[in-house]
């Protein structure tokens, strides 16, 4: 077991996106979105009608989505068009990080233009929001529930921090600190101030971001604010409803579980509802929890964090396996073909992970991290940038494919924009140490301090256990640096200029070397990846005699194109050591995993329904491919949890 | 495979309930009911208020029965309650036969009172209806898609004909005649007439049921207008609420599948909809066949019998898997833990099987009438008779269990119904032969012609496969007896009067026997019971790696109170060549199997989601025990398709 107990004094926050520069596996990936998905993006928002929307000076368009429709047939006070400005942010934020890495004088102006857009309907006050000052004006802040009132200046706070770090440009930032300073004035314990928070969590993580870029304490207390808020009596839904004149039962959601209201946060110890929403929420926390060191808010996400990865989570880092709520039911009720497991909740998985590293490295959390980002949120994009999944199957009889688009169209940016992310979550920087969380190749500028660390990663990973680092400095400097050793690696092994060493001290997963760093010095570390099988608990019944295969972070799965179809007629065995690596340069270059097996001959949709005999058995060869990349070639069927028996 | 012709000529018909006697493993189960099940039918209906209902000299009482509410929030046009006629029905009938075989005027008085209540109830014209006539005057035949008006008068036929054979007293009968006359007067394709049909089949076989017994052929007329006319275009059903005002599309069952309306009866390939109305129109198109030589029909029903049975039924005979519509969904969608798999649908199963016989003995109708029987029906009722299974999944966690009753009590009468009526179902007779479809101790009297044959069994089937006959003749006589031989006996051996016979003919998985019959000639059939396994078809996703237990007719499952928890850590051989039958006295005097098996050593949940350690296994014996036993004992979890791997 790793240890979860920190020093208390070790902040680490994340570099700025642009601080980390990313090649190889990850630059490839990110080439894709920066010349294909940014543009598909822009075009599909343009094509839906959001800038109709938001840009004032234009006529106010027509509702163009539908509503949802009550039990009663009545229309419902909430429809996704309302949360449109979320989208388009998400956009901003992708495109900047695009910028950042790629000059396109096109999506600039673009995106200027809709920062023009916002800027415009900002209202005297500060307020600024497309549905509420254009399409239903007068009723602002009247259902923080529903409305995703909010959590649309949220994730406008995270573009306009993400614009001004690719870009230089403030006009978004102080867009949004001034919207900022409207909703810390709006919202509060004093008199005439609102104690609300929204339904849909985003804003607390968003003003936790602002904050460490502005340096605004302000904004680190309303965001604390609306986590200590979160669930307190009487429920400020309910005392919203009733100043709407409708009764809060009468709710399509049902339960406050939904959104994470049921409770205050701190005496939450199950993980439920909507999975983004309590993702988003619990990211929230852990960057309160930083920020302000509060143990009460970090032991409380120990608990969530257990009950959500030890019960309730997919192998491929998925999570939320039900589409009624859009999240989360049972434990262990993990169905693989019914899957719902969106896109967005696998990226705020990670995103959570990646804040409970906040108060230091441990393995715990990144190696959860680095299992959803490479499985259940990567699967939501293809390789090629142009086409997405919404949610994210396990097992597809051959029905289920990447669309174009979906009018909910919240997964797409949402992946673009953390892959093209991908070097802020590689990093943890303190005042006297960084630690290494994934590995890829990457050249990062990190900052201890006054000293600046160039820090190259050269690696094939994830094809690759082999990580070559070497530190660039401008004079010699004192600091721990922290190398994750994953969980799913036995022989880790360490060389320092050549010379095999021993870390300083192993703890929660992760090699430390605390010393006097010297420009050039060279570090390899050697992940060694075996291909290995992992057994689900079990109570998931769905996995029961099955095994999911993987080497190094990447969960695999057998596809039809490779294996013919009727995957389940597929038996690997429990010795897996007659597996083999094979090279696969059509498919993104990866590697796929060929493993001696059995077939049971199956009659094709015409026998008999119950038979006495055993199927019978001819030899075979299961290959494998990352779970992720699933869906890149012809269509078929899919599954990850292979039947497993004994090597017979 | 066996063959599905039979010479043109052969009318087979179920002898009536009184002309068999039954002993032995169905006389138990018999006396229970007659001892304990009735009078709790009876004692519940006057609890529900479904007398007061009935009885025209009380006040009509409220509705008592919540009504179906519909998307809109309105009501419903149908609730429970307007079918109670029916639930009366089924005690009625069932009281008819306990009256047969035990003498019990407290009961007969009870079944007297409610027969003269339906008396009152009965207008100048012969129509009669208690929610018509008693709480929506006025209403009558306005909507026969939902409201189970003709469904209410078929039952009230089929009481009315039991009561008659088993009394012989007539005034259920004459008042149900007078009312079939009221309706085959008011349906039909004359002007005047209404070309409707009703939404819950049931009325076809009862008319056949009431002209048999009647002699009436305008019942069978009626009850072939009713079978040709369903699905006919215009829909009647459109017809019928465009004439309330009503718009047909907005339905909440939304597709007339759900009542197999959707095309003419004939042109039906695929089982759908509400599994008990789909069975009791097969049973009702069966029953037209056999009365009419109907070739179109039973082409038809070959059909739609090859598709339940090969692509839609567990393996207890269970059909039905979705609660939502209480039927059919896609094919292999055998869920088993969610399964339906309503009583009422096993029942209705074993119902048509036996009309499928009506052209003549096939055991391609009979073996799955038994595997029904035997398995999904029987599990409805517990060993006592006080307790009803409505749904009878084959997977439970242990939060399954048998109620006391249910707000819609369809099962229990009709599972209690069946059970009594058990011996009509052993035999068809025709006019030169008897087939013998079911074993079990019995004596039958039996008529060809003007000849009476005293059939005699002694054994003790289900638990043993010795079955030994003796024939009572007043005369030597010539006729052919048909001793089914199920699919599942592999090495069935025949003896007359001692001496190793061969069958004259073996056709349709029958030994049929044409001979001079002896009074006193003794058959023994051996029919060898081995414990098998049986596969499912591998696109039956959830028994994949799995193998159901089965000896003779029986279906076997694991129970907790014999295995502990965990059924599912239990893992049998494919080899069953180690499994030993051992005598349960204390349940039911069954036979349990013993399998000698493996254990997967499972942590009691608070393990690891995924591991890369198989889990360890030990020696342990699986023991089972028939599945319609099962939840008589300690509650606990269960299961039918044990996990199967290597003889390891």
């Not at 143990?295 to 030890?310: Q, Y």
Request: charged share 25%.
């Amino acid at each position: 077991m790793t240890s979860h107990h920190q020093p208390k004094a070790s902040v680490f926050r994340p570099p700025a996106v642009p601080d980390v520069e990313m090649r190889g596996f990850w630059g490839e990936r990110i080439d894709a979105i920066v010349d294909r998905t940014v543009m598909i993006l822009y075009d599909r928002c343009v094509v839906a009608g959001m800038l109709d929307q938001i840009d004032p000076t234009r006529p106010v368009p027509e509702v163009k989505m539908p509503w949802h429709t009550r039990a009663d047939g009545t229309p419902d006070t909430v429809n996704v068009q309302m949360f449109w400005d979320s989208d388009v942010a998400k956009v901003i934020e992708t495109a900047a990080y695009a910028l950042y890495r790629k000059p396109n004088s096109d999506l600039k102006a673009k995106m200027d233009a809709i920062i023009d857009m916002f800027a415009g309907l900002q209202q005297p006050d500060g307020y600024m929001n497309s549905w509420f000052v254009r399409m239903q004006p007068g009723q602002r802040w009247t259902n923080l529930r529903d409305c995703h009132e909010l959590y649309c200046a949220g994730h406008l706070m995270e573009a306009a921090v993400a614009y001004f770090h690719a870009t230089g440009k403030r006009k978004l930032l102080d867009v949004m600190c001034r919207y900022a300073d409207h909703i810390d004035a709006t919202f509060g314990p004093n008199p005439g101030q609102r104690p609300g928070y929204c339904g849909h969590e985003e804003i607390e993580l968003a003003l936790v971001r602002l904050g460490r870029t502005t340096g605004e304490q302000r904004y680190l207390d309303l965001a604390r604010y609306f986590v200590d808020q979160r669930g307190q009596q009487p429920n400020y839904f309910d005392v919203e409803a009733a100043e709407r004149g409708v009764d809060p039962t009468q709710w399509r959601h049902k339960t406050y579980l939904y959104n994470q209201s049921h409770l205050p946060v701190r005496e939450q110890t199950k993980v439920v509802g909507h999975a983004v929403r309590a993702m988003y929420l619990y990211s929230g926390m852990a960057d309160v929890a930083t920020e302000f060191g509060d143990d009460s808010l970090t032991d409380a996400l120990k608990v969530l964090w257990e009950d959500l990865t030890s019960k309730q989570m997919y192998v491929t880092g998925g999570i939320g396996p039900a589409a009624s709520n859009e999240g989360f039911t049972e434990y262990y009720d993990l169905p693989n073909e019914s899957a719902y497991a969106e896109t967005c909740a696998a990226v705020a998985l990670m995103m959570w992970a990646s804040r409970m590293l906040g108060r230091g490295p441990d393995r715990h959390y990144a190696d959860i991290m680095e299992q959803a980002l490479y499985n259940g949120a990567l699967s939501g994009l293809s390789i090629d940038g142009s086409r997405f999944f919404y949610d994210n199957p396990l097992e597809s009889s051959g029905g289920h494919h990447r669309w174009i688009w979906h009018r909910c169209p919240c997964c797409p940016p949402n992946i673009a924009r953390t892959v093209t992310a991908i070097g802020s979550y590689m990093y943890g920087v303190s005042s006297d140490g960084i630690a290494l969380h994934l590995y890829g190749a990457s050249t990062a500028r990190l900052k201890i301090g006054t000293t600046t660390v160039n820090l190259t990663q050269d690696t094939r990973y994830p094809t690759d256990g082999r990580v070559a680092m070497s530190i660039g400095l401008e004079s010699p400097s004192h600091f721990t640096l922290s190398l994750r050793v994953p969980g799913w690696c036995e022989n880790a092994a360490l060389s320092l200029n050549g010379q095999a060493v021993k870390p300083d001290e192993v703890r929660g997963g992760y090699f430390h070397l605390k010393r006097n760093w010297q420009d050039g010095d060279r570090l390899e570390l050697d992940l060694p990846m075996d291909v290995r099988a992992l057994y689900a608990h079990p109570a998931v019944k769905a996995d029961l005699g099955r095994v999911a295969i993987a080497r190094g972070p990447l969960i695999y799965c057998t596809e039809e194109v490779d294996n013919g179809a009727d995957l389940n007629a597929l038996i690997v065995p429990d010795d897996l050591s007659g597996a083999k690596t094979v090279p696969l340069p059509e498919l993104n270059n990866t590697v796929a995993i060929e493993i001696p097996a059995r077939r049971e001959q199956w009659p094709r949709r015409n026998g008999k329904l119950y038979d006495p005999h055993k199927p019978d058995h001819i030899e075979a060869t299961a290959r494998l491919v990352p779970y992720h990349l699933w869906d890149n070639r012809e269509p078929g069927e899919m599954l990850v949890w292979v039947r497993a028996g004994a090597g017979q």
